[in-house]
C-alpha cells in the first residue's frame, strides 16, 4: 500500500489549496478515506471523510463550507479542496486507508503528509 500526497505549500489567509493522495497497493474504490492533519505540537485531528464512491462526505465541523473533499477512483486519488483557510489550518495534512472496506475506521495507512502552512 502506497498513499502519496501532494499540493501543499504556504498560502496568505484566505487563500486556496488543492491537495491530492495518489493511492496504490489496494483496491481504492473499496475503501472510504480519510484525510487527516496534524498541527505544530499538537494530536492528530480528522479532517474528512468521503464513501467509496463519493456519495457521502463528512466534516470536522469547523470545516464545514470551507473544504471540499472528492475522490476519482478511475485514477485512484483522492483530493482536498480548502478554500478560506485560516492560520490555524497550518498543519501536516495526511490521506488514511481505513482498515476494513467495511467501515470508515481505524486507519493502517498514512502517507509521508504535505505541509500546509497559511501566513501573510
Given at each position: 500500500?502506497?498513499?502519496v500526497?501532494s499540493?501543499?505549500?504556504?498560502v496568505?489567509?484566505g487563500?486556496s489549496?488543492r491537495?491530492s493522495?495518489a493511492?496504490?497497493?489496494f483496491t481504492?474504490d473499496?475503501?472510504?478515506m480519510?484525510?487527516?492533519?496534524?498541527?505544530?505540537?499538537?494530536?492528530?485531528?480528522w479532517?474528512s471523510?468521503i464513501?467509496w464512491?463519493?456519495g457521502?462526505t463528512?466534516?470536522e465541523?469547523?470545516?464545514?463550507?470551507?473544504?471540499?473533499?472528492s475522490r476519482?477512483n478511475?485514477?485512484?486519488?483522492l483530493?482536498?479542496?480548502?478554500n478560506s483557510l485560516?492560520s490555524?489550518?497550518?498543519?501536516?495534512?495526511?490521506c488514511?486507508?481505513?482498515?476494513?472496506p467495511l467501515a470508515p475506521?481505524?486507519?493502517?495507512?498514512?502517507?509521508?503528509?504535505?505541509?500546509?502552512?497559511?501566513?501573510?
Amino acid at each position: 500500500v502506497q498513499l502519496v500526497e501532494s499540493g501543499g505549500g504556504l498560502v496568505q489567509p484566505g487563500g486556496s489549496l488543492r491537495l491530492s493522495c495518489a493511492a496504490s497497493g489496494f483496491t481504492f474504490d473499496d475503501y472510504a478515506m480519510s484525510w487527516v492533519r496534524q498541527a505544530p505540537g499538537k494530536g492528530l485531528e480528522w479532517v474528512s471523510a468521503i464513501s467509496w464512491n463519493g456519495g457521502s462526505t463528512y466534516y470536522e465541523e469547523s470545516m464545514k463550507g470551507r473544504f471540499t473533499i472528492s475522490r476519482d477512483n478511475a485514477k485512484n486519488t483522492l483530493y482536498l479542496q480548502m478554500n478560506s483557510l485560516k492560520s490555524e489550518d497550518t498543519a501536516v495534512y495526511y490521506c488514511a486507508k481505513p482498515f476494513s472496506p467495511l467501515a470508515p475506521g481505524p486507519y493502517d495507512y498514512w502517507g509521508q503528509g504535505t505541509q500546509v502552512t497559511v501566513s501573510s
